[in-house]
């Protein structure tokens, strides 16, 4: 399968039991084994989805109007002052976790003799199993919604239309322009002052109104001040790629990265390419003879034994992430015996781990 094929955009969605879905925590589902079911119930072995999440910022910068009269009015040195627009892109963090979604190439029955004591069967929306005769415990979901309110400041955002005095728009040049605006800078550094240092006449005597004097003449003075330095504004952003690891990977590109766009294609040679390396650590002797199976039905209850796996992802020759998965398709499948279950006063309990298929607990 061509790599690229195999990297997929992420959609989560419910469906239904027989469809391929990636699980991180889903709701369960209680099914028993009753007559009209001829007292078997059908599951899906998961396989592993690696899902690597990409943290990333982009920054846009946006020049002065009067950039090249910063110095001469302002005194502010080039490293202070944006002089042209440019939007730039930054790789932050990278995440990689482990999602399962059903194998539908490993679909089995969990059969139970008639008459065995309430046998039944816990299986996830999309059929994985999770319990054999055993509860499983559906997910807590917080009924009582906090609503998070985004902290006001005492002054709103000023209209930079009011702050520009009439002199200022009425200026005849460029040059006569940047000059009120400087003007405007110190007048208010100096009220500024006169507040703090006690000689203003009328300063308000009450703390808060303080705060707020003070914090409108900051939101002013930047008003006037960007029109000199330019302005900047970073916005965060992440996205998400799923891949399903079949077998080792060395230096495969996930994506390619650019300064100036952000994430783009893997074949667009304008970004820097990350790369994954997923590696077979071979905890698991995949040469183990697996079980015989005769269409959907097998010789017990079909379990996996995940194997484990290094995985690693580079940017320009910086390792953004390392860490060890367990991945279902570089394990085994194994088999419980059927005559576990015959006992029909005390029946056998077995917990899954439901994201990789492998047995948890057995309780007898």
Same mark, same amino acid.
Request: charged share 25%; hydrophobic share 35%; glycine share 4%.
């Given at each position: %399968?061509?790599?690229?094929?195999?990297?997929?955009?992420?959609?989560?969605?419910?469906?239904?039991?027989?469809?391929?879905?990636?699980?991180?925590? *889903?709701?369960?589902?209680?099914?028993?084994?009753?007559?009209?079911?001829?007292?078997?119930?059908?599951?899906?072995?998961?396989?592993?989805?690696? $899902?690597?999440?990409?943290?990333?910022?982009?920054?846009?910068?946006?020049?002065?109007?009067?950039?090249?009269?910063?110095?001469?009015?302002?005194?502010?040195?080039?490293?202070?002052?944006?002089?042209? !627009? /440019?939007?730039?892109?930054?790789?932050? &963090?990278?995440?990689? &976790?482990?999602?399962?979604?059903?194998?539908?190439?490993?679909?089995?029955?969990?059969?139970?003799?008639?008459?065995?004591?309430?046998?039944?069967?816990?299986?996830?929306?999309?059929?994985?199993?999770?319990?054999?005769?055993?509860?499983?415990?559906?997910?807590?979901?917080? $009924?009582?919604? *906090?609503?998070?309110?985004?902290?006001?400041?005492?002054?709103?955002?000023?209209?930079?239309?009011?702050?520009?005095?009439?002199?200022? %728009?009425?200026?005849?040049?460029?040059?006569?322009?940047?000059?009120?605006?400087?003007?405007?800078?110190?007048?208010?550094?100096?009220?500024?002052?006169?507040?703090?240092?006690?000689?203003?006449?009328?300063?308000?005597?009450? @703390? $808060?109104?303080?705060?707020?004097? /003070?914090?409108?003449?900051?939101?002013?003075?930047?008003?006037?001040?960007?029109?000199?330095?330019?302005?900047? %504004?970073?916005?965060?952003?992440?996205?998400?790629?799923?891949?399903?690891?079949?077998?080792?990977?060395?230096?495969?590109?996930?994506?390619?990265?650019?300064?100036?766009? @952000?994430?783009?294609?893997?074949? !667009?040679?304008?970004?820097?390419?990350?790369?994954?390396?997923?590696?077979? /650590?071979?905890?698991?002797?995949?040469?183990?003879?697996?079980?015989?199976?005769?269409?959907?039905?097998?010789?017990?209850?079909?379990?996996?034994?995940?194997?484990?796996?290094?995985?690693?992802?580079?940017?320009?020759?910086?390792?953004?992430?390392?860490?060890?998965?367990?991945?279902?398709?570089?394990?085994?499948?194994?088999?419980?015996?059927?005559?576990?279950?015959?006992?029909? &006063?005390?029946?056998?309990?077995?917990?899954?781990?439901?994201?990789?298929?492998?047995?948890?607990?057995?309780?007898?």
């Amino acid at each position: %399968m061509n790599f690229q094929n195999r990297i997929i955009p992420l959609i989560i969605s419910v469906l239904c039991m027989c469809n391929l879905q990636v699980t991180a925590q *889903t709701n369960v589902v209680k099914v028993s084994a009753i007559k009209s079911n001829n007292y078997g119930i059908q599951y899906f072995l998961p396989k592993t989805i690696l $899902e690597i999440e990409v943290e990333y910022h982009k920054t846009e910068r946006k020049a002065g109007v009067y950039a090249k009269y910063a110095s001469k009015y302002l005194g502010l040195n080039e490293q202070s002052v944006i002089s042209e !627009d /440019l939007t730039d892109y930054a790789l932050d &963090k990278i995440y990689v &976790k482990d999602l399962s979604a059903p194998n539908k190439n490993e679909s089995y029955l969990v059969e139970f003799k008639v008459k065995t004591t309430a046998p039944f069967v816990y299986l996830t929306e999309n059929g994985l199993i999770c319990t054999i005769n055993a509860d499983y415990p559906q997910p807590v979901i917080n $009924e009582n919604k *906090t609503e998070t309110k985004n902290a006001t400041s005492s002054v709103s955002t000023i209209n930079p239309q009011s702050v520009y005095t009439k002199e200022y %728009m009425q200026a005849g040049s460029v040059s006569k322009m940047a000059e009120i605006a400087a003007q405007q800078i110190y007048k208010i550094r100096e009220s500024r002052s006169d507040i703090l240092t006690g000689e203003a006449e009328n300063a308000p005597k009450d @703390g $808060e109104a303080l705060k707020i004097v /003070l914090a409108n003449l900051e939101a002013q003075e930047k008003v006037w001040t960007e029109l000199f330095t330019g302005t900047s %504004m970073t916005e965060k952003k992440t996205d998400k790629f799923q891949l399903e690891p079949i077998s080792d990977l060395s230096k495969e590109i996930l994506f390619r990265f650019s300064k100036h766009t @952000g994430i783009v294609a893997a074949d !667009d040679l304008s970004g820097e390419p990350v790369y994954i390396n997923i590696s077979d /650590l071979k905890t698991v002797d995949t040469e183990e003879i697996e079980p015989k199976r005769k269409g959907k039905e097998s010789q017990g209850i079909v379990y996996n034994v995940p194997g484990t796996a290094s995985v690693e992802v580079f940017y320009s020759s910086n390792r953004m992430y390392k860490g060890e998965h367990l991945i279902t398709q570089f394990g085994i499948t194994r088999i419980l015996a059927n005559s576990l279950f015959e006992d029909k &006063k005390l029946p056998v309990q077995i917990i899954f781990y439901p994201n990789t298929g492998a047995i948890k607990q057995i309780i007898q």
